[in-house]
């Protein structure tokens, strides 16, 4: 593992590690992945304005979410059925959120229970949920995560109906039973055509939840609820006004609506409508630690990290997952320093130019 210098090199052990239809179903976006791809490069069309002669002798990248110290502005974002890349699942990737003092933000569709997750360490975690026709299922959900210590829940709110996932279809993509539903009802989904997951879904996934039923939400638990899926700041400002305690500005990795937004792209006009009041989190496409600072310079408070996460653990296990954190912490110690930030509240907006600002200052 001395040899990998960067994250994206795990994908390529991650590739030969596992068999092809579980690496493309980890991999994959929606249709031709515009978005998939365009999440990554629009951090491209981003420069640097560095600052210099500032004393950086001491970095802190420390922060706080929702109250929560972590050791730097990186998450773990939820990502479904991690047996499927490592044989002990969920359990692994939260040993190594631990590690690294950092919040895991655990799948609705883990292949571990919560209750297995919640034991395994001291990690402080947050559940990712979707909705179910049967609201029963999703109450009772909210109510094991509050039993188990999660701290917060995260309602991703991008899936109405599956994206369009082309490589699941060509693969037949097989949806396992999760044992968080034994007994409640079957996730298996054995397609006779196309994508099990994709069938799973819309026989499960309530299509009708709206604005209106985040009073419901609230009305079922204590904890913070965070939405995840957010890409306008009209939809932004309809969930401050809703009363949720956060924001996640995700396009679901590229998975749902291809041709919708690069999630950088649309994080400024989010945090100008939100004006602070409720923490705003951004993924989708970070791959540097200069992604991360990117993100903090236009607003984020912290970013998510999906697939990298999957990659690290079917390359190496929890190590793996590790070494995927600590890069990133690494490259982002280092962007800090040479912009003359020596901590998190010393970026700012004037540390960074997009592309087409540019060409306009020229003009």
């Not at 209750?115 to 049967?134: D, G, H, P, T």
């Not at 039993?147 to 037949?172: H, Q, S, W």
């Not at 309530?206 to 209106?212: G, H, N, T």
């Not at 204590?222 to 899926?229: F, M, R, S, T």
Request: proline share 4%; hydrophobic share 40%.
């Amino acid at each position: 593992m001395d040899q990998i210098v960067n994250v994206d090199e795990f994908q390529e052990l991650a590739k030969q590690a596992l068999p092809k239809m579980y690496y493309d179903f980890y991999n994959g976006g929606a249709e031709d992945q515009h978005t998939l791809n365009e999440n990554v490069l629009a951090f491209r069309r981003i420069m640097f304005r560095p600052r210099v002669l500032v004393d950086v002798s001491k970095i802190d990248m420390s922060t706080k979410i929702l109250g929560y110290p972590i050791s730097a502005p990186i998450m773990i974002a939820p990502t479904g059925n991690h047996k499927l890349a490592h044989p002990e699942g969920e359990t692994v990737t939260a040993k190594a959120a631990a590690a690294c003092n950092t919040i895991m933000i655990v799948s609705y569709m883990s292949s571990c229970t919560y209750e297995e997750i919640a034991s395994s360490c001291n990690a402080v975690r947050f559940l990712q949920i979707y909705v179910y026709k049967r609201r029963d299922i999703t109450a009772q959900v909210v109510k094991r995560a509050e039993k188990a210590g999660f701290k917060a829940i995260v309602l991703t709110v991008d899936v109405p109906r599956l994206g369009r996932r082309e490589a699941d279809i060509k693969n037949k993509m097989i949806s396992p039973q999760l044992k968080n539903f034994k007994g409640v009802f079957s996730t298996e989904a054995q397609p006779s055509k196309g994508s099990g997951v994709q069938a799973f879904t819309s026989r499960a996934f309530d299509a009708s939840f709206s604005w209106k039923d985040i009073e419901w939400l609230k009305s079922i638990t204590e904890l913070p609820i965070l939405v995840k899926g957010i890409l306008t700041r009209e939809d932004a400002l309809q969930a401050v006004e809703a009363g949720v305690d956060g924001i996640i500005v995700s396009n679901h990795g590229g998975r749902q609506l291809n041709y919708s937004p690069a999630t950088i792209t649309v994080l400024e006009e989010v945090v100008q409508v939100v004006r602070g009041r409720i923490p705003v989190l951004l993924d989708g496409g970070v791959r540097r630690g200069t992604d991360v600072f990117k993100a903090l310079a236009l607003g984020a408070q912290a970013v998510l990290i999906g697939r990298p996460i999957v990659y690290g653990l079917a390359a190496k296990g929890e190590d793996g997952v590790k070494k995927v954190i600590d890069m990133l912490k690494n490259e982002f110690e280092i962007t800090m320093a040479l912009s003359g930030c020596p901590t998190i509240d010393d970026i700012t907006r004037n540390h960074v130019r997009i592309e087409n600002e540019r060409l306009q200052s020229m003009l």
